[in-house]
């Protein structure tokens, strides 16, 4: 069983950055696109970036020129570096990987921009 686990989150101030990890906790497997995803309580879980196996991106307009995802595959890790933080982007970041047939999601990390 794939399991994910990400790292990384925590409190900053608007403005600030923060880095994402995202890896697999065993095993030896190739993943497909890579994803990272946000939730705020109530609301439905929001794409914020992808990458593929090729390192072609794609992003939310709402983290678009702010945020960047990038890939290990050597690691098979997923980063996400977040730049220029608001109090928005406060949310439960969680990855996802495309591996086989199956996605796997990680258990999620808090990110809470606040003064």
């Known amino acids: 069983q794939v399991q994910l686990v990400e790292s990384g989150g925590g409190l900053v101030q608007p403005g600030g950055s923060l880095r994402l990890s995202c890896g697999a906790s065993?095993?030896?497997?190739?993943?497909?696109?890579m994803y990272w995803y946000r939730q705020t309580p109530g609301k439905q879980r929001e794409f914020v970036a992808a990458?593929?196996?090729?390192?072609?991106?794609n992003y939310s307009d709402s983290v678009k020129g702010r945020f960047t995802i990038s890939r290990d595959d050597v690691q098979n890790t997923v980063a996400l570096q977040m730049n220029n933080l608001t109090p928005a982007d406060t949310a439960v970041y969680y990855c996802?990987?495309?591996?086989?047939?199956?996605?796997?999601w990680g258990q999620g990390t808090q990110v809470t921009v606040s003064s």
């Open positions: 990458i593929a196996t090729s390192g072609r991106t």
């Open positions: 996802k990987a495309g591996i086989g047939f199956n996605d796997y």
């Open positions: 065993r095993g030896s497997y190739r993943c497909n696109t």
